[in-house]
């Protein structure tokens, strides 16, 4: 079955960090690119990270760069998201996608998605920043 799976949200004291997970399974994670987006109730889909398929390349939008960190192991076909000096905005469900390609850098920096082409996306997982 052709699924990727997120795990590793929880509930942050703001300032703290979370790792977050996203399991692929069913087809080969290495010919896509992966990227992680946010959503809350009622609100659009934002693209968070992206990274390219061999993860040479990264890029964030400008809300989380410097503070989250995308990364990918191929061989276990398994992606990332390291997130720190969390704010309570960051509260939303997070969820992985791959798709063909990263958004462009000027389309992602404010957290959109076109030109990404989803192809598989997954449930996601909540991240709730609060004290």
């Known amino acids: 079955q052709v699924q990727l799976v997120e795990s590793g949200g929880a509930l942050v004291q703001p300032g703290g960090s979370l790792k977050i997970s996203c399991a692929a399974s069913?087809?080969?994670?290495?010919?896509?690119?992966v990227a992680w987006f946010r959503q809350l109730p009622n609100l659009e889909r934002e693209a968070v990270s992206c990274i390219e398929k061999n993860g040479a390349n990264a890029d964030y939008a400008d809300s989380v760069k410097g503070r989250f960190a995308i990364s990918r192991d191929n061989g276990r076909h398994m992606a990332y998201l390291q997130m720190n000096s969390l704010k309570p905005e960051a509260t939303a469900l997070y969820f992985c996608?791959?798709?063909?390609?990263?958004?462009?850098?000027?389309?992602?920096?404010?957290?959109?998605?076109?030109?990404?082409?989803?192809?598989?996306w997954g449930r996601g997982t909540q991240v709730t920043v609060s004290s």
């Open positions: 996608a791959v798709g063909e390609r990263c958004p462009p850098p000027a389309v992602l920096r404010v957290g959109g998605v076109r030109g990404f082409g989803g192809r598989v």
């Open positions: 069913g087809f080969s994670l290495e010919y896509y690119t």
